[in-house]
């Protein structure tokens, strides 16, 4: 995780953790508790979509990073390969162009020597 998602987890968790004691430890009415509860329960499920929400996008900025770095390293090396395989094939040709003018000066095909 990144520093800022740990301090984030720690805002939440403290948020929480304070909010029930504060809660359970003041002098009011069950009434009163309950609601408060209640309050508190929805503005911990409104932190805790903040939170996803912040951790879903910086999540999808990393894969679409990772995505395009892993999209330049294949255009790279398909350059890479196409190039080795121009190379090879220039190599390929001049050797069958060698072959091919050997056997048109030799003038006995059955002579065997090499």
């Known amino acids: 995780m990144s520093k800022s998602s740990d301090f984030l987890s720690g805002v939440l968790l403290g948020t929480i953790i304070g909010g029930i004691a504060g809660i359970l430890l003041a002098p009011e009415s069950g009434k009163d508790t309950v609601q408060k509860l ?3 329960s929805e503005d911990i499920v409104e932190n805790a979509k903040d939170t996803t929400s912040e951790y879903k996008a910086e999540f ?4 679409e990073n990772l995505s395009n770095k892993v999209s330049d390293k294949v255009k790279s090396y398909k350059s890479d390969i196409e190039s080795k395989l121009e190379e090879i094939k220039g190599s390929v040709e001049e050797a069958m ?3 091919e003018s050997e056997l048109d000066e030799d003038p006995d ?5 090499i």
């Open 38 to 40: 209640k309050d508190l």
């Open 60 to 63: 999808n900025e990393k894969v």
């Open 97 to 99: 162009e060698e072959i």
């Open 109 to 113: 095909p059955q002579d065997t020597r």
